[in-house]
């Protein structure tokens, strides 16, 4: 209760300041049209006064001294977002046309809900909104993003995952893999690699490639190296899966099944042919038949050693 006490002051004293705005947009002609409650925000609150919606008054959106935000001077207010809200006062709270809801039950429809959003957000974090695969799919931005909050999960690192996996379950399950990135443990959030609002790159990611994004942490093996491997070069995911891996190091396979599904195996000496088939005609070594092929090519991301063509050091 004294939680709610202090929100609902903070309210008011933020709607005087907003309504003595208004008064001042009258007396200058620049009054709300006539669609738009004459009130502004104080009309809402004569019913919807609960404590989560009134946190909305903490949050970037409820400033009344930024120009760029629904409660700035000469701005709309709550009607910013939720369209005019004359009609829906008179009805006593009934559902005219023109009233913008939001959330997984809204009766507007996506298309208006994020039109709403984009009318402030596409010239910033949104301007390839609408070629992303979230546009396409129909998502809107209250799926995501929760407004009313002082904290919004989703732009939280420690909670992000949690909003990003109700819909992406496959990187969810991945994420009990005993090889995995920090994610669960708040370390590291979706948005490190993925651009949810849009991006011509594949799967939305940060950087122009798999591997330019993957280096921006782990720059260690970004080279250029004297020797290559291809691969690598080429794209990490070609032998990790990034998400989660039940193999060491977010493999896909162990070596040597991971390093034979490019390499033909036949006549290394790991490979037992047999005595005979061996180089010096002797036993297979354990190293070879054992090991994975990293106990001799430790440096399989690559080398600047002048002897390291087959990259061993």
């Not at 297979?284 to 038949?289: A, G, H, I, Q, T």
Request: glycine fraction near 12%.
């Amino acid at each position: 209760m004294p939680l709610r006490g202090g929100i609902v002051s903070l309210a008011i004293a933020l709607l005087g300041s907003a309504m003595a705005q208004v008064a001042a947009a009258e007396g200058t002609g620049d009054a709300p049209p006539p669609a738009y409650s004459a009130k502004g925000a104080d009309s809402c609150l004569g019913c919807h006064d609960d404590a989560p919606l009134l946190e909305l008054f903490r949050t970037k959106h409820a400033r009344p001294h930024d120009d760029r935000g629904p409660f700035g001077h000469g701005g709309l207010q709550c009607e910013a977002c939720h369209g005019p809200g004359r009609a829906h006062v008179q009805a006593h709270g009934q559902q005219p046309a023109g009233i913008v809801d939001f959330g997984p039950h809204a009766h507007a429809s996506v298309a208006s809900q994020n039109g709403r959003c984009l009318t402030c957000h596409e010239s910033n974090t949104a301007h390839e909104w609408q070629g992303s695969v979230h546009a396409l799919n129909n998502v809107p931005c209250t799926g995501c993003h929760t407004l009313h909050a002082v904290q919004d999960p989703v732009r939280n690192t420690s909670t992000q995952v949690e909003v990003c996996t109700r819909c992406h379950e496959a990187q969810h399950t991945d994420l009990f893999k005993p090889s995995r990135h920090p994610m669960r443990e708040g370390k590291m959030a979706c948005t490190a690699c993925h651009q949810p609002h849009g991006a011509s790159t594949p799967a939305q990611l940060v950087g122009n490639t798999v591997t330019e994004t993957c280096t921006r942490c782990h720059a260690e093996y970004r080279g250029p190296f004297l020797w290559e491997h291809q691969p690598v070069a080429e794209n990490c995911a070609n032998c990790h899966d990034a998400h989660g891996s039940v193999q060491p190091a977010l493999l896909k396979m162990r070596p040597p099944f991971l390093c034979q599904s490019c390499h033909e195996g036949s006549g290394h000496p790991s490979i037992a042919n047999g005595p005979g088939g061996l180089p010096g005609g002797g036993a297979p070594s354990s190293y070879l038949l054992a090991g994975g092929c990293t106990n001799c090519h430790s440096q399989v991301h690559g080398s600047n050693h002048p002897s390291g063509r087959a990259l061993m050091r």
